[in-house]
Structures are given as structure tokens and as C-alpha cells.
């Protein structure tokens, strides 16, 4: 069975998508207003999306392309049915067949509004799909899909649902978003969003990542002999690069304000996840010169009334990954409850 390869064109209609030019179309490439030429499987994507087949792409339209691929010869169009939220175009895994790696990502796209997909398609396994979130924050999944019988290209949704968490009731306004993203950007918050602490539960977080760059605090003053002291326990001839020092007061404080946990709750200890643990100075060191601090972007967010906030974001050195973090809202400010790749 042959290979469907694609080479994506994305644009929407009402504006122009961030950190996208105008891109001059390679020779061969369809341009001109657009013609609607078939409408496929109008019965089942018409709750969120509808796809149809276009003979011609509008000039001079915003585009993001996939340069893997040299050439296409079929475009479509999909338009959304009502408001949707984080829609994203990705890649299909061949042995699962379930959406894995996202190729981009639209913050919202509004009802009667466009997405472009221009593709070279074949009669292959879907190697290409959608996800999106409806207002009521549900999430959605699709395959682009191919018929060997007819050559019509449609939509087939996946019937799972993607989103088993209760429904958020309300979506999180400008300034909230604005107010979580300076949140999560805190030094002692940072450590719990991102690639390197994906968790289901709070107990599942990893200690290493959370406390790697330590409490978010100054740092505390060497006593003296604690150098020697901390060389001696963990076997090191000398001190390489950096140390970070944290004190234990401090682990179980932060431990329980952000995770709403003791630390004999979580899965791992300190040691463990590789911190050295001094006794007589009641603290906890780990030894490296870098940094896991990532700077994030909130792309969307909702809560409900129970005080859960379901909150998307990205890394912004990979602004093709979309994150999800939960947290609980409490009198003293937030804890965090899960954080996955979606």
C-alpha cells in the first residue's frame, strides 16, 4: 500500500495566523478564488466541521507549509460549523492509527471560517487528522481519509471521546489566560508544566523537575564545612558546576501548597530522584550547570465551577507541542493536579 504523503498548506480566511507570511505558491500549485467541487460526508462533520474538495486555493492567501513534501495535487477546505477552540493538524501514527505529532496549531477557529489544507493523497492509511475543542470543552478527533472506490476525500471521526474529565462550563477570560501564563512562568511553578514533568496525578510528579532550578527562592548562604560535609556524603572529589541547595523546610512547604501533599505522599523521594540529603543542615543538594526552566504560552484555557482550571499551552522553543495542565483552585492560590502532552 503506498505512502500518503502530504505537503500542507494552511490558511485561514479571516486573518492571518502568527508567525506566518504570505507564501508565494511552488509552480503547479492551484491558485485563484475557489470552487467547491464536492462536499464529503456532509452527515457527520457538519456538527463541527465540514470538508469539501477545491479545485483552486485564494491568491495571495496566509500559508504555513510542510516542506517535506515537494509537490500536491488535491485542496480542501475546512470550515468550521460553530466556534471551536485549539484545533490542530497532525500526524496519524501507522500502527495505532491515533493522532500523534501536531504539525500546527490555530488558537480558535470561528463558525463559517476556513482552513486550507492543500495535500497530495493517494489511497493509503490516514496519515493526517484534526483535533479540536468545542465550546463546552470537549475534544474531538478526526482522520483525513481517502476512498479507493471513489477518490473522495473526507472526514472520519474517531468515536472515542478524547476528553474524559468533567465538562468546563465556563472559558477562562483574556486576562485570566494572561494571569495563569504569568503564573505558570514563576520559577516555582515552571518546574511542574512542560515536556521533562508530564504526571496523571500530583503524586506522580517528578521532585527532580520541580525543585531542579530549587524553590524559587534566593539563594542560601554555604555554612561553613557544609561544602565538605556535602562532597564527603555524596562521594564527589569536588564541586563541578553549580549546586542547588534547598532547604528540606522549604521542599515540604512547597510540596504542599502546590500539590496539596506531604512529601511522604509522593511516589518518589528526594533522594531518589537524585538529591543528596544533609542531615546536620536539614537540607537537600543536586549538582548540575543547566536549567530545566522553559518559558510557556497559554494558547487557551477554561475552568469549572468545582474550581478546576484546564489550562493549554506551549513551550514556546516548540510551539507545536500542546500541553494541558489541571489545577485546583485554593484560598491560597493553585495546585496542580495533572500535566499531559495532547
Known amino acids: 500500500m503506498k505512502k500518503l504523503s502530504f505537503i500542507v498548506l494552511l490558511a485561514v480566511l479571516l486573518g492571518s495566523l502568527a508567525g506566518c507570511g504570505t507564501v508565494q505558491q511552488k509552480p503547479g500549485a492551484p491558485s485563484g478564488e475557489s470552487t467547491t467541487t464536492t462536499t464529503t460526508q456532509p452527515e457527520?462533520?457538519?456538527?463541527?466541521?465540514?470538508?469539501?474538495?477545491?479545485?483552486?486555493?485564494?491568491?495571495?492567501?496566509?500559508?504555513?507549509?510542510?516542506?517535506?513534501?515537494?509537490?500536491?495535487?488535491?485542496?480542501?477546505?475546512?470550515?468550521?460549523?460553530?466556534?471551536?477552540?485549539?484545533?490542530?493538524?497532525?500526524?496519524?501514527?501507522?500502527?495505532?492509527?491515533?493522532?500523534?505529532?501536531?504539525?500546527?496549531?490555530?488558537?480558535?477557529?470561528?463558525?463559517?471560517?476556513?482552513?486550507?489544507?492543500?495535500?497530495?493523497?493517494?489511497?493509503?492509511?490516514?496519515?493526517?487528522?484534526?483535533?479540536?475543542?468545542?465550546?463546552?470543552?470537549?475534544?474531538?478527533?478526526?482522520?483525513?481519509?481517502?476512498?479507493?472506490?471513489?477518490?473522495?476525500?473526507?472526514?472520519?471521526?474517531?468515536?472515542?471521546?478524547?476528553?474524559?474529565?468533567?465538562?468546563?462550563?465556563?472559558?477562562?477570560?483574556?486576562?485570566?489566560?494572561?494571569?495563569?501564563?504569568?503564573?505558570?512562568?514563576e520559577m516555582s511553578n515552571n518546574g511542574l508544566v512542560g515536556s521533562l514533568n508530564l504526571y496523571d496525578a500530583p503524586q506522580n510528579v517528578s521532585l527532580r523537575e520541580m525543585f531542579y532550578q530549587g524553590i524559587g527562592a534566593e539563594e542560601v548562604d554555604w555554612q561553613e564545612g557544609e561544602v565538605e560535609a556535602l562532597l564527603r556524603a555524596a562521594g564527589w572529589e569536588e564541586l563541578y558546576t553549580s549546586?542547588?541547595?534547598?532547604?528540606?523546610?522549604?521542599?515540604?512547604q512547597l510540596v504542599l501548597d502546590k500539590l496539596g501533599l506531604t512529601l511522604n505522599e509522593m511516589a518518589t523521594t528526594m533522594e531518589q530522584e537524585g538529591f543528596v540529603y544533609l542531615p546536620e543542615y536539614d537540607a537537600y543538594y543536586h549538582m548540575h550547570g543547566d536549567t530545566n526552566y522553559a518559558p510557556v504560552t497559554v494558547v487557551d484555557g477554561s475552568k469549572d465551577a468545582d474550581g478546576m482550571y484546564y489550562v493549554q499551552y506551549h513551550i514556546d522553543s516548540f510551539p507545536g507541542e500542546v500541553y494541558r495542565v489541571t489545577l485546583r483552585k485554593t484560598e491560597n492560590g493553585y495546585q496542580f493536579i495533572s500535566n499531559q502532552l495532547i
Open 243 to 252: 549546586v542547588i541547595k534547598v532547604p528540606a523546610m522549604g521542599v515540604e
Open 44 to 185: 457527520e462533520s457538519a456538527e463541527l466541521l465540514s470538508l469539501t474538495t477545491v479545485e483552486k486555493v485564494p491568491e495571495g492567501a496566509v500559508v504555513c507549509m510542510d516542506t517535506s513534501v515537494a509537490a500536491y495535487n488535491d485542496s480542501l477546505k475546512l470550515t468550521a460549523n460553530q466556534d471551536l477552540r485549539t484545533l490542530r493538524f497532525t500526524t496519524v501514527d501507522p500502527d495505532s492509527s491515533k493522532l500523534d505529532e501536531t504539525l500546527y496549531v490555530l488558537p480558535s477557529l470561528t463558525q463559517g471560517e476556513s482552513l486550507y489544507i492543500c495535500t497530495y493523497v493517494n489511497d493509503a492509511i490516514p496519515n493526517r487528522g484534526i483535533a479540536c475543542i468545542d465550546q463546552k470543552g470537549i475534544s474531538y478527533e478526526y482522520h483525513i481519509t481517502y476512498s479507493g472506490k471513489d477518490g473522495s476525500i473526507g472526514l472520519t471521526r474517531i468515536e472515542k471521546p478524547v476528553n474524559t474529565e468533567p465538562i468546563p462550563v465556563e472559558l477562562m477570560r483574556a486576562d485570566e489566560r494572561s494571569d495563569m501564563q504569568d503564573f505558570l512562568n
